[in-house]
């Protein structure tokens, strides 16, 4: 059983959940001098409409090519780009994705940085399932990550 409670008392926001969580590692895109990488979530999207949204935002900003993952279902994805971006231009470009997770957005931008989950959470690990080509290289390397994390997920019943 997997529940939220949300609401108002006294113009405090009142906010409780209950429901599975299991233990996760995650990449951050955290890189030196304050740079990232792009990481992309997208939940409950069809690949063709995904490959669309990062076709299109890699195409706008001259994008290294974007590695493809199948979260978990045929409707979760998580993509990466290796292009080193100053973070706030990260979450920019990401936050203006067509179809991407907003809660996945709103906890980068707490956080100052994207995780993306690397291990089983019930449904399966993600999986690579695709490259979209570019002409512009990649300019950082999984070697460049400064941080991993382990993380309670959700577990979606």
Not at 38 to 45: A, I, K, M, P, R
Not at 64 to 73: D, E, Q
Not at 83 to 94: Q, S, Y
Request: one cysteine or more.
């Amino acid at each position: 059983m997997n529940f939220i409670i949300r609401g108002k008392i006294f113009g405090h926001d009142l906010y409780a959940r209950c429901g599975k969580r299991v233990d996760v590692d995650g990449i951050n895109s955290t890189l030196s001098d304050g740079e990232s990488v792009l990481f992309w979530e997208f939940d409950d999207t069809p690949y063709e409409a995904v490959l669309a949204a990062l076709s299109d935002i890699q195409e706008e900003y001259l994008l290294s090519p974007i590695t493809l993952l199948m979260a978990s279902v045929n409707t979760s994805w998580h993509a990466v780009c290796w292009t080193r971006l100053p973070w706030m231009k990260a979450l920019a470009i990401v936050a203006q994705t067509e179809g991407v997770d907003p809660n996945f957005v709103r906890l980068a931008a707490q956080r100052e940085h994207f995780t993306l989950r690397m291990t089983d959470k019930g449904r399966g690990a993600p999986k690579h399932f695709g490259v979209l080509d570019s002409n512009w290289l990649p300019n950082a390397t999984p070697n460049d990550l400064e941080t991993a994390v382990t993380y309670g997920a959700w577990v979606k019943e």
